[in-house]
């Protein structure tokens, strides 16, 4: 790569890949044929790979892939494969190309390595043919795995019944072959795989061997705590190793140690090992390529006031390379790096942009049906259970089905493609596909139908995956009679359908930002910084949020003097406008053209504009417990930090300080962790051993949740002497006001499960690590911006992994604490990726919305109301006409929901493309006029 910022020149080598994509179908002839054979790449008894094999590409989710074991690559012999290739889509002969190409701005992505356990004895992974790496269970899991989602033993094809996944494997030590950071996912990905496992065998026994139990993400205490409820499960705080096998049934021997029962040994059928992330294999030669910096773990340096950029101007990074994250920090990260090359080439925007051209639409109203059907396999997800030909055999025989067949991934673009050409080819006016949840893909089949030159509303969905396969996994003749019955339903309906027009409107390309905080004015400037202007409010008189409380950061960041250049950067910008304490009065409107009214210190504003990023951040508990309150020696960890700051003498001279963890959270009142209270107090405990390393500190815990490269900070905090103390939540720790040969302290008694005893120490400041609660104002602009809350009172983004900055109301945005508690780094990602994701509706003219709303007979209404209190968009409300009030609906608010439609007592309300005549006529189709006498003589003798 050579050149500068702006205009870098990069040199790309396509490897050959031998197979021709556009030619192979995923079939797998060429596989069933090769005579090469070899040992999985992770563990050699688990399966057997061939030369050439298929895989899932996002293109082509199945595709053929030859790799250089094949014997022509070597040795120019045998290339049967290209013999029994019925599409001519294998050339062995293929040479490596190379390409120039300019551009601007470069994203680095390349993920990262699984940690390989064989570089560690103790773990006898290679060595006992049941021990499994985590990514070799995930692969047995899946449908499309070896077994076909069965979890067999690699010894003998039985399924486990015992089984023992040991965590922090390759992660947390410093010893060699290991990595001293936590890889951050482990913990969850071992309790998503424990409760899968639970439901392949409901009477399986699965034991974690774990150090801290680090469930800091959104929802995470519950996921852990709904696994740890399952039958049959124990979660076991040791070190565990691998001793054995037995040498008969192969089981593996494992040994451990608890407080109360010192070193044991116990068998299990099969041990899954919890391996963590390792940077890129190739990572030392990416950062020469690129000439960026790595931290000393190996992955991508980056300054913690913008985590996605790196240490030469114009490339940025996203993803696992960043360090140790999990998908939805993923996924809001890669919208932040766009967000971040939107910035940096703001002035070459939209030279390179191309219009997408659909063909004119055929008027088909009234002509025949003519349905196509097209069945997916969904790999083995459907496949492998319902009998694809026979459900495809089915269609044929259904009324106005003129066309059907079976593929692999109808939601490939070789697929789709193929189902705009058959629309075409067979003048087909309706098209059903029975496959998975319309949730994500029936945007993918409506463009189909327009790229066809139909309307796309003449397409159904026949949900065979969720509402089939998944749910009769052992019933596979079961299965394939109700994946006919839906597709029976599905065509029935189908017939009814009728063209409707989605609604364009255009786009204020303003945008609102409530909340300044770090994330708050980090969304506003990325926004403007794109030639947008942004009205930011906020409701104290000051900007900067909770971080005007915070001083310094783990790393060394001086807070301080970062929010003093963030603030003077947002009122310097012409294109922000600053409101403060402000509270908003109202919201209204729809997507692309909102209308918001504030009262500030300016008095009452009108602000129109066409996204909102609700940025509004978070309270801190106001503890009840431990004497706060009663006694100023007891002090919360942002008070902590404040006396550090001033260099109060009663703080920093202390002889004794004892930090308590979990204060206000993972109880009944508020069932999550707060995240960031293990990193702030092991901060505080470092910093006041720097000031004076005499003094006595002790962090009493439950899990200490130092994940990513923070876990160094705790090692750091240990080797200074800070004492960790664990405790139970049934045994919390007391604290009592008294006196000690005359010097008045506070006494803190805690259960120390190692030493097996009860401990008092005499402190002269306690300090909690108060929860990080959700601010009371919540409510009140969820409800003025048609907006969620979860459980937990945050705000509740569109989906976790798809959507997570996002809400389900279209045109409104989610970063920073008001989302759940973060770290500054995270809430800078955040803060980016909702610009980015603001940026995608701002940058357009106009906006579409669906054509599937409600409208309303005037003539049957009779105004009485109900529906206006059941639209939770606010889309309806009563009008008066010359017959009285009337509902009215306004089509850009409505979402289709079809409550207001279930609520009307007199049918006034009817949904566009799901009115009574299309539903009854699925109802009519799931059980046919002839059986419905014999299944009421079923009901009736079943009674």
Wanted: hydrophobic share 35%; net charge negative; glycine share 6%.
């Amino acid at each position: 790569m050579e050149g500068e910022a702006g205009d870098f020149q990069v040199t790309l080598v396509k490897k050959p890949r031998y197979v021709i994509e556009d030619k192979c179908t995923g079939c797998g002839t060429c596989m069933e044929y090769c005579p090469v054979t070899y040992p999985d790449q992770y563990n050699q008894e688990i399966s057997e790979n061939k030369a050439i094999h298929i895989y899932f590409s996002q293109a082509i989710p199945l595709i053929a892939y030859v790799d250089q074991s094949c014997l022509y690559l070597k040795e120019k012999k045998c290339c049967i494969c290209e013999a029994v290739c019925d599409n001519d889509a294998i050339d062995l002969n293929q040479k490596e190309e190379k390409m120039e190409i300019k551009v601007g701005a470069i994203l680095l992505s390349p993920g990262y390595e699984p940690f390989d356990p064989k570089v560690k004895d103790e773990y006898g992974y290679g060595k006992y043919v049941n021990v499994v790496t985590s990514l070799d269970f995930e692969r047995l899991l899946c449908a499309t795995g070896p077994h076909e989602g069965e979890i067999l033993r690699a010894s003998d094809k039985k399924h486990p019944h015992k089984l023992a996944w040991i965590q922090c494997v390759g992660s947390r030590r410093v010893t060699p072959g290991d990595n001293s950071y936590c890889s951050a996912v482990c913990c969850t990905y071992t309790q998503k795989q424990v409760i899968l496992t639970k439901d392949h065998d409901a009477e399986a026994e699965c034991t974690i061997f774990h150090n801290d139990i680090r469930s800091y993400g959104k929802d995470f205490e519950l996921y852990y705590q709904r696994t740890e409820s399952l039958p049959g499960i124990r979660f076991i705080r040791s070190y565990a190793s691998v001793v054995g096998e037995d040498p008969e049934s192969k089981n593996v021997i494992i040994r451990y140690a608890t407080p109360d029962e010192g070193v044991k040994e116990e068998v299990f059928d099969m041990v899954v090992l919890s391996v963590g992330l390792n940077p890129p294999s190739d990572h030392e030669a990416l950062a020469e390529k690129f000439g960026i910096e790595l931290t000393p773990h190996g992955f991508c340096q980056a300054p913690s006031t913008n985590p996605l950029e790196t240490t030469r101007p114009g490339i940025f990074v996203s993803g696992a390379f960043q360090g140790p994250i999990d998908i939805p920090e993923s996924v809001f990260g890669a919208s932040a790096a766009g967000s971040q090359c939107g910035e940096f080439l703001d002035y070459r925007r939209g030279n390179l942009t191309k219009e997408r051209i659909y063909p004119e639409e055929k008027d088909v109203s009234q002509k025949e049906p003519r349905i196509g059907v097209f069945v997916c396999h969904c790999g083995a997800n459907i496949g492998r259970i319902v009998n694809v030909p026979s459900v495809v055999e089915y269609a044929l025989t259904l009324p106005n089905v003129v066309h059907a067949q079976e593929q692999l991934f109808s939601c490939a673009t070789n697929s789709a493609q193929e189902i705009t050409d058959m629309v075409k080819e067979k003048d087909l006016n309706r098209v059903v596909v029975a496959a998975c949840s319309p949730r994500t893909l029936e945007p993918l089949f409506r463009d189909t139908l327009r790229e066809a030159g139909i309307n796309q509303y003449y397409y159904e969905m026949a949900n065979i995956r969720e509402h089939c396969s998944w749910v009769h996994a052992k019933e596979p003749e079961e299965a394939t009679q109700k994946a006919k019955d839906i597709t029976r339903m599905s065509v029935a309906r189908a017939c009814l359908l009728e063209p409707l027009q989605e609604i364009d409107l255009p786009v204020n390309r303003a945008a609102l930002v409530l909340g300044a905080g770090i994330a708050g004015m980090t969304c506003a400037l990325s926004i403007a910084n794109q030639d947008h202007e942004v009205y930011l409010v906020e409701k104290e008189k000051d900007l900067g949020g909770t971080a005007r409380r915070i001083h310094y950061t783990l790393d060394g960041l001086d807070v301080q003097g970062y929010l003093q250049d963030l603030v003077r950067k947002v009122y310097q910008h012409p294109l922000v406008h600053v409101y403060t304490s402000a509270v908003i009065t109202e919201a209204t409107g729809y997507v692309g053209n909102f209308l918001t009214k504030v009262r500030s210190d300016r008095g009452l504003t009108e602000i129109k504009h066409g996204a909102t990023v609700i940025a509004m951040g978070a309270d801190v508990y106001k503890p009840t417990e431990y004497l706060y309150g009663e006694d100023d020696r007891v002090l919360t960890q942002l008070e902590l930090e404040e006396r550090i700051a001033e260099g109060d003498e009663k703080v920093v001279k202390a002889q004794t300080l004892v930090m308590i963890q979990c204060v206000g959270c993972r109880n009944e009142d508020r069932n999550y962790c707060s995240r960031v209270c293990c990193s702030e107090s092991i901060k505080n405990a470092l910093k006041l051993k720097e000031i004076h390393p005499g003094m006595d500190i002790y962090i009493l815990f439950r899990d200490i949740r130092t994940y990513g490269t923070m876990e160094d900070y705790y090692r750091e905090a240990s080797e200074k002497d800070v004492k960790f103390i664990r405790y139970e939540p049934e045994a919390k720790p007391v604290v009592q006001a008294t006196e000690e040969d005359g010097r008045p302290v506070l006494r803190v008694g805690v259960r120390d499960y190692i030493l097996d005893r009860e401990l008092a120490i005499d402190a002269d400041i306690v300090c909690l690590a108060a929860a990080v609660i959700p601010p009371a104002g919540n409510k009140e602009i969820a409800q003025l911006f048609k907006v969620t809350l979860g459980p937990d009172q945050f705000f509740k983004e569109a989906h976790v992994k798809l959507r997570p900055v996002e809400f389900a109301t279209d045109g409104v945005f989610l970063c920073g604490i008001a989302h759940y508690p973060k770290h500054i780094p995270e809430a800078i990602s955040q803060a980016y990726g909702a610009a980015g994701r603001a940026l995608t509706l701002l940058s357009r003219d106009i906006v579409t919305v669906s054509g599937s709303v409600c409208e309303v007979d005037e003539k049957r209404c009779m105004g009485c109301g109900a529906c206006v209190s059941a639209c939770t968009y606010g889309a309806i409300e009563l009008r008066e006409t010359k017959q009285g009030k009337k509902a009215v609906v306004n089509p850009v608010i409505c979402k289709g929901d079809g409550l207001c439609n279930a609520k009307c007592p007199t049918g006034a309300i009817v949904l566009k493309h799901f009115n009574d005549e299309e539903i009854l006529c699925q109802i009519d189709a799931a059980v046919p006029e002839e059986e419905i006498p014999q299944q009421m003589d079923k009901a009736v003798g079943d009674v």
